[in-house]
């Protein structure tokens, strides 16, 4: 490429000096262009030459020398501005490649105190900090030369936007009072700010922002070129999450590397874009913090349901004031809560009444499922125990909303702790005139440590106010994860071995729902997810299985047995997968150790427990001094099993499958298989059926006995208990249903009914006119059938005896 010179006789002195000087050697990507635009943006990587080529183009033009100074003009005042001023020392004027080193004779001087250089024929460059943007305003430069426009997606990146952590960059570091954690929103408001602040397009635009120039008659900052750093040109999302073809995808976490986030929505634009499709205007969201990938409204709803889940997640507060919607986080520190100096006393009620929440009502799980961008937008879910705490609640949300894990974990982190912390509710009278005080708005009590934000207002002769406790604290910094190398490719094992089982309610135990649960065996195991629909697409999350199953297949048929004792006789021969058996002592046994379930011939699943186990081969084990039909599954019992029947040990391991209270009885479609991956027949175990309906099935009544009497028949019977019923200090058992109600079936023996009747007590007379009736006189045997009534599950398990007549 030519570079403006001619050749012709110079002398040795001058073609020496030429040879001195970088423009004689340049690359042709550093040189300036024929077109000479006011602002010149230089990008590239790093060692691209960005910061040799500013110093050679201040000097060039203080010096007059080519091919920068291509004209008569004089160069007087250089503006030399940089995210700080020792960036602006270090790196542009004492660095490697700053103006000092790259000079030749005679060099310019540094005046640190004065904070310029100074050159030999009168030009001066002054060094300017971005830091402190007032320092700008009024001097006039014919040249300035500025660092790159950009900000790393790390916490408080805009307070040093040009360090990110990477320790094999020069600029390792964090910025200053940041958490170290990743902010796609700290980037993209440094971003918005420079844009508006600049732009005189903007509502907001100031002419002292960016006035005009008086040599060039054009905005000192040209917004129309302005440049960010950085635009990836390796694809999206190949690049960062393709570790084992780049090195530094890791980097793009908290890096400056605008490709994946630039266009991702924040929680404030999200908000209005979904008042905007419901024909709302739009709310105040500037402090409405957080960012996403995207948002799923599936279904017709209105505004509010498809915002409550982002207020929730997000810890947003709604209010409406004078100019419409206000959003924005409920801790927010600019948020200035409203002082409440005097109370009024509302009749008997308490000028203050402050209710905590107790330990067991507060979930210690917290399971939270979305799309994962990085996993070709599949569900995936992430989870949070509170460690220590009492009780065993789980809670899941099922966010329609596209992030990643990272991002996802620290969400729910904040959530927990804002479940915890925020568990105080306290409730209080105001006068009527303070119409200030509205639902959303944050409240400071007289003498109370905390700010509170109203939930529900009642409007009266006063105000009474309900209000909840608001946690100020810092959120969980979001920590980057994933694809930074090649991993080692895990082993495919296929879809998993999932078994549903529908058990009996237990004393004590959870929702009737809960007892629908999920068995999953896979080896390797991998962290397994649960999905469900009641069509054959659009299957919603429903619960993460962390830990396998110990399952097994009898190997024997077993036979029927008996209930209420132990049985010596029968043993179950059961070969478990990956799995082992223990034996337990008698006291263990009774009190609930050793639980299992087999699939019986019809079906039903019979609840065993076992005292003995014995390996009798590698894998086999043989189990003994069983308690048979246990939780009221004598109809599985009576059944048996045949040989290759599924067996479960009733562990942790076994969970709740995720159905619903509405859902019990229901058919759906469940798939169950590995998180992270496509939902396809090559990964997932495909099941429909139904279930909650067992947990809500009456047992089989005892004790059913007949009398003749003088009226015909006295049948009386006892009805048992499936929820809370072992406690032997009641005086009578709770009754379980709705109402209470019994079926009685009457038939000859071994035939066929020839009656069915219903009570509403523990007893029925069977009178002489109806038997007569039934049998043209007395017969000499009767098969009796009784069975309680469920409002959920229909008539329970049957309880039949034959009884003779005379």
């Known amino acids: 490429m030519q570079k403006g010179w001619a050749a012709r006789n ?38 691209a030459g960005k910061t040799r080529l500013g110093a050679e183009w201040v000097n060039g033009l203080v010096r007059g020398l080519p091919p920068f100074s291509l004209n ?69 430069f014919d040249a300035a030369w500025c660092d790159e426009l950009g900000c790393p997606a790390v916490d408080k990146g805009p307070n040093q936007p040009n360090v990110f952590p990477d320790p094999k960059s020069a600029e390792n570091a964090i910025p200053y009072f940041s958490s170290a954690g990743r902010s796609d929103l700290a980037q993209q408001r440094f971003l918005e700010t420079h844009n508006s602040y600049w732009n005189p397009a903007d509502p907001e635009f100031e002419e002292a922002y960016n006035p005009l120039s008086p040599v060039y008659g054009g905005r000192m900052v040209d917004i129309e070129r302005t440049y960010v750093w950085a635009w990836d040109a390796r694809p999206f999302p190949a690049f960062p999450a393709r570790g084992d073809r780049w090195a530094d995808g890791f980097n793009w976490h908290c890096g400056h590397w ?62 409406e004031e004078a100019e419409g919607l206000v959003f924005r986080r409920r801790d927010a520190q600019n948020a200035s809560p409203a002082e409440i100096s005097e109370l009024v006393s509302d009749g008997g009620n308490p000028v203050i009444e402050t209710i905590r929440a107790p330990d067991h009502q507060l979930p210690v799980e917290l399971v939270l499922a979305f799309r994962e961008p990085f996993a070709e937008y599949q569900t995936a879910a992430v989870r949070n125990v509170r460690f220590g705490a009492d009780g065993s609640r789980q809670q899941t949300i099922d966010f329609p909303g596209v992030m990643e894990s990272g991002q996802g974990r620290a969400l729910l ?56 406790q608001i946690a100020r604290t810092p959120p969980s910094p979001w920590l980057p994860s994933g694809f930074g190398s090649v991993a080692a490719q895990e082993a495919f094992a296929g879809k998993p071995h999932a078994l549903f089982l529908d058990l009996p309610s237990r004393s004590g135990s959870a929702a009737p729902q809960d007892q629908f649960r999920v068995a999953i065996w896979q080896k390797p195991w991998r962290s397994q997810i649960v999905l469900a629909s009641p069509e054959d697409t659009g299957f919603g999350f429903r619960t993460v299985v962390d830990k396998p199953a110990d399952l097994g297949v009898l190997v024997e048929p077993l036979s029927a047995g008996f209930e209420g004792r132990i049985d010596r006789a029968t043993e179950i021969a059961v070969a ?120 809500h099935l009456p047992l089989s009544p005892v004790h059913v006995r007949c009398r003749q009497n003088a009226g015909g028949a006295a049948i009386s019977w006892v009805r048992r208990g499936r929820i809370d019923a072992d406690d032997w200090g009641q005086g009578e058992i709770p009754l379980g249903e709705e109402r209470e109600e019994y079926q009685i079936e009457i038939a000859a023996a071994g035939g066929p009914s020839v009656r069915v009747a219903l009570s509403s007590e523990q007893n029925w007379q069977y009178a002489s006119a109806d038997i007569a009736a039934d049998f043209g006189g007395l017969p000499l045997e009767i098969d009796v059938t009784v069975r309680q009534f469920s409002a959920v599950a229909g008539f329970g398990l049957p309880a039949t005896r034959r009884f003779t007549l005379s």
């Open 10 to 47: 110079i002398g040795t002195e001058r073609a020496e000096r030429a040879l001195a000087e970088w423009f004689g050697s340049t690359r042709s990507k550093q040189y300036p262009l024929e077109l000479r635009p006011a602002t010149w943006v230089v990008t590239g990587g790093r060692g």
């Open 576 to 695: 478990l997968f990956d799995a082992e058996a223990a034996s337990v002592s008698r006291l263990q046994l009774l009190n609930g150790a050793n639980a299992a379930a087999i699939r019986s011939a019809i079906g039903v699943w019979e609840i065993v427990q076992f005292e003995s186990a014995e390996e009798i081969e590698p894998g086999v084990w043989r189990l003994g001094d069983l308690l048979r039909g246990q939780l009221g599954t004598s109809d599985a019992m009576a059944a048996g099993a045949p040989a290759g029947a599924d067996f479960v040990m009733l562990d942790d391991a076994v969970q709740p499958a995720g159905l619903r209270a509405s859902e019990a009885g229901l058919l759906l479609n469940w798939r169950v298989g590995p998180s992270e991956t496509d939902i396809s027949d090559e990964n997932f175990f495909a099941h429909a059926g139904i279930g909650g309906l067992r947990a």
């Open 258 to 319: 605008l490709n994946g986030r630039l266009g991702n929505p924040d929680a404030g634009a999200l908000i209005n874009a979904i008042l905007a499709d419901h024909g709302l205007p739009p709310a105040d969201v500037g402090h409405a913090d957080g960012t996403l990938h995207g948002y799923v409204v599936a279904d017709p709803t209105s505004a509010r349901a498809a915002l409550e889940p982002i207020v929730e997640l997000f810890d947003l507060a709604v209010c």
């Open 72 to 140: 008569k003009r004089k160069y007087k005042r250089i503006a030399l501005v940089g995210d700080t001023l020792g960036d602006v020392r270090e790196v542009m004027i004492e660095g490697p490649s700053g103006i000092l080193t790259i000079s030749r004779p005679p060099r310019p001087r540094f005046e640190a105190s004065r904070r310029r250089l100074v050159w030999d024929n009168g030009a001066v460059a002054l060094m300017f900090s971005a830091e402190d943007p007032e320092s700008l305003r009024g001097p006039q």
């Open 413 to 468: 982190d904040d959530l927990m702790r804002r479940i915890w912390a925020e568990r105080e509710q306290v409730t209080f009278a105001i006068a009527e005139h303070r119409a200030d005080v509205r639902p959303g708005a944050v409240l400071r009590l007289p003498g109370a440590d905390s700010d509170f934000i109203v939930t529900e207002i009642e409007d009266g002769l006063v105000r009474r106010i309900t209000a909840r």
